[in-house]
């Protein structure tokens, strides 16, 4: 046989369809590409190549995703639909290979030879016998099969060709692309009609199979059930498969059960449940449900403790290498050890860290888990409003869950771990419920013992748990604030936050960025330097950042510059950070009139705050501006109105109250201010203005001021003290009250500002004012100095 010669046609790529010779099929075509080729056929010979695509959900597939055996085709009719799809006719022709595949402006075209079939004996008794069984098993299958039409039966008996007669019956019968295509590649008739043969016999068992299930079925469904038809022909699909895999699942389940350690009322429950979950059809929605409350009750750990430590002083080894001072912390931590290691009853105490961001709550709550053994969750609070995250939600709701505390305990795998409970005084709450509410059960170790959680529907033991909760402040509900231990972590001093930079930061920012040894060194008065004049914090978190920054930039160098050995110092330290971002010392050059210094504590530290206060004429009122909240708008009147009682002590004329107008203002007025410590500051920065008597720069002054002068104690004040140093005051004033807290105070802090006690505000303006105040006995004619202040005429 010579060689076969090759002819290009335009390729239509079919979607589920395989087809044959001698077939005529109408064809529905909406691709851009598919029409471009029929428009090309139609404009030639009007033959196109038909060849399916492997993947009938791809619009645009590759060459490697179409077959390369298809039928020549003629195109019998070409019609529009509607736009854009095309209605055709098509008559397979001849069967080809396709030898490669070309693009033609867009148009697919396939070079291709023609595949002839195999030469074979037509007389053959096998031949002759294989033809007969296929046509009375084909009979049989489109008997069984309602798709295929009966009366194709007659139109195929007639066919003499045994290729033709193969073709038909191929092209009639339901199968998959991949078996038709298989069909289609084989040369050999006799082989072609027995590979026929054997899919015609194991469709029709398919068939029969069906037919059993469905015989089955309908003898076993009454009238009133046929709802569960479907459900029913699964069964028995299951049944005829030999399928136990839901029978081994639950067995599984019930030894979970049986060694899951759980309480006597925790394991009668999942018991009842995995009795009903028997009687349920698995694919069920209930039965999901019931799974899933299954597996929550058996991969909780009920009695699975992780191993205390037993070595104080391992465990106080672990705490000093991980935090820097923090003593009273540390010393409460271990006293809790050591009374557990004597007693091994002690309930876990309920501690909540309170301090300003960045003084290390969150990892000090890691290191305590580390120093105890045992496993350590975080559950984050902030923002949170729907009590159901805590105590889960019912199991007759969709997608139900338990709350964050059982998942928790899950997620430890333990019955005993650490749990920090962050931001706890961020939670919220609306119509929903109070989160903060729910947590009071928890938090309680008397009623914590049996936890019952909505979605569990069973008691769990939280007594062994170790919470810990932090805040940036202790506005809590006065109850969970009665439940919890409160532990105040106060901002670092400038030499606390130096040792903190050399001996942790910095060695954790040259790990994490790869810096090896001697390649980057930072001076210590560069450190100062940015805690100075790039941080402006009572922790350590922006300082922390800025040294990674640093370190960043030094890596750039060492990498594009090939520098091997970098110092940071006061000098360079611009070109790492930028222009410096605060001041440090910023007190006024000069005494001013009206100003005064005051100090303040936020939920990110303490600041040193500015009142200013101005008189002008006016009908005697009194404006207050700043963003101030109601507690300081009151501080305010209560200083006036204790101004104005003593008025001729302060040399101030009474009728100066009904001409002017006084202006309290406190600056940066995009910055809420609240509280009732800046009250003797107003007062001082009140009678200056009144007075004309300039308020001493460098004294910064807090306190609680009341109608009749008494001075009040405040809180906060290590951070006050802190931010006063950094402001570069000298002399600070607070009440007397507030002296027993500074036993606590850092001795550098003692030893670098003058601190003054007060009883009453007389004393602080005698302090604060740069003159005296000169009382009078007589009204005074009004003059708006003190200097021109004279006796009425009478």
């Known amino acids: 046989m010579g060689l076969l010669q090759e002819v290009q046609y335009p390729v239509l790529p079919l979607r589920d369809l395989v087809m044959f010779p001698d077939m005529i099929v109408p064809l529905f075509v909406g691709r851009e590409k598919s029409i471009k080729a029929l428009e090309y056929a139609a404009g030639t010979q009007s033959k196109i190549l038909l060849v399916a695509q492997r993947d009938a959900a791809n619009d645009n597939p590759k060459l490697a995703e179409i ?33 490669k595949f070309s693009n033609n402006s867009g148009i697919l075209l ?79 008739l006799p082989k072609r009609l027995e590979k026929t043969l054997l899919l015609i016999d194991s469709e029709t068992e398919m068939l029969k199979t069906e037919s059993r299930i469905k015989a089955r079925v309908k003898t076993q469904i009454e009238k009133n059930q046929k709802d569960y038809y479907l459900n029913e022909q699964l069964k028995a699909i299951h049944r005829e498969l030999g399928d136990d895999d839901q029978k081994e699942e639950l067995n599984e389940l019930e030894k979970k059960i049986k060694h899951s350690h759980m309480s006597k009322e925790a394991k009668e429950k999942a018991q009842s449940e995995i009795k009903k979950l028997k009687m349920m059809n698995s694919m069920s929605s209930e039965a999901a449900v019931i799974r899933n409350y299954l597996d929550w009750l058996t991969e909780l750990p009920w009695q699975a403790y992780s191993p205390m430590k037993k070595n104080l002083k391992t465990a106080q080894d672990v705490l000093d290498t991980d935090h820097y001072g923090l003593e009273r912390i540390k010393e409460r931590i271990l006293e809790y050890l050591a009374v557990n290691l004597r007693t091994q009853e002690l309930k876990s105490p309920i501690i909540c860290f309170v301090g300003p961001p960045g003084v290390g709550k969150t990892s000090l709550a890691e290191s305590i888990a580390k120093a105890t053994g045992r496993a350590f969750v975080k559950i984050s609070l902030g923002g949170l409003r729907d009590e159901a995250e805590i105590k889960g939600h019912r199991r007759t709701y969709i997608g139900a869950m338990p709350g964050k505390i059982i998942q928790a305990m899950k997620k430890a795998k333990s019955s005993n771990p650490v749990i920090l409970l962050d931001e706890i005084d961020k939670m919220s709450f609306d119509h929903r419920g109070d989160p903060a509410s729910a947590l009071l059960e928890i938090l309680d170790p008397k009623q914590n013992i049996a936890f019952n959680d909505h ?16 805040a940036n402040s202790t506005y809590l509900p006065r109850p969970l604030l009665d439940r919890l231990e409160i532990i105040t972590l106060s901002g670092y001093t400038e ?37 100075r004049y790039y941080t402006r914090e009572s922790g350590v978190r922006q300082l922390d950042r800025d040294l990674a920054k640093i370190m960043r930039k030094c890596i750039k160098r060492i990498l594009l ?18 222009a410096p971002r605060f001041t440090y010392g910023e007190i006024a050059a000069k005494n001013r009139i009206g100003v005064t210094n005051g100090l303040a504590y936020t939920d990110f530290g303490g ?62 007025g995009a910055t809420p201010k609240d509280g009732p410590s800046a009250g003797v500051a107003i007062c001082i920065s009140i009678v200056s203005a009144l007075t004309g008597i300039p308020v001493i720069k460098d004294i910064a002054v ?45 001795q550098k802090v003692k030893g670098d500002l003058h601190i003054i006690p007060l009883e009453s505000a007389e004393e602080a303006l005698r302090i604060a004012l740069e003159g005296k105040l000169i009382p009078v006995d007589a009204p005074l004619a009004h003059s708006p100095a003190r200097g021109e202040l004279v006796p009425k005429a009478h």
């Open 67 to 99: 077959y390369k055996i298809g039928v020549v085709s003629k195109i019998l009719q070409f019609s529009k639909v509607q736009e854009p799809t095309i209605k055709i006719f098509v008559q397979g022709l001849e069967r080809v290979k396709v030898t």
């Open 455 to 470: 979605y569990l529907e069973v008691d769990y033991d939280l007594s062994k748990v170790m919470f810990i909760a932090t």
């Open 607 to 668: 600041d040193l705050l500015e009142v200013e206060a101005v008189v002008f004429h006016g009908k005697g009122d009194i404006k207050i501006t700043g963003k101030l909240g109601d507690v300081m708008r009151e501080s305010v009147q209560a200083a006036f109105s204790f101004i104005r009682s003593k008025a001729l002590d302060f040399g101030i004329n009474p009728e100066i109250f009904k001409e002017k107008d006084i202006h309290v203002h406190v600056p940066e």
């Open 702 to 746: 807090t306190g609680e001021i009341t109608l009749n002068g008494r001075v009040l104690g405040i809180g906060g004040l290590r951070e006050k003290l802190l931010s006063a140093l950094r402001g570069g005051v000298e002399t600070v004033m607070i009440p007397k009250e507030n002296l027993k807290d500074l036993e606590e105070m850092p």
């Open 561 to 578: 510059e090939k520098e091997k050995c970098l110092l940071v110092n006061n000098k360079n330290l611009k070109d790492f950070l930028g």
């Open 495 to 531: 030499d606390e936050k130096m040792r903190i930079a050399q001996d942790y930061l910095l060695p954790k920012q040259s790990s994490a960025h790869g810096v090896k040894s001697k390649e980057v060194s930072i001076e210590n008065e560069a450190i100062l330097s940015i805690i």
């Open 110 to 188: 396939a070079s291709t030879i023609l595949m002839p079939d195999e030469e074979y004996n037509a007389e053959a008794k096998e031949v002759l016998a294989l033809r007969r069984t296929v046509g009375e098993r084909f009979e049989e299958y489109v008997k069984m099969n309602k798709k295929i039409n009966p009366e194709i039966l007659n139109n195929i008996s007639q066919i003499k060709r045994l290729e033709d007669f193969c073709n038909a019956v191929n092209a009639h019968m339901i199968l998959s692309v991949d078996k038709k295509q298989d069909l289609l590649s084989i040369t050999s």
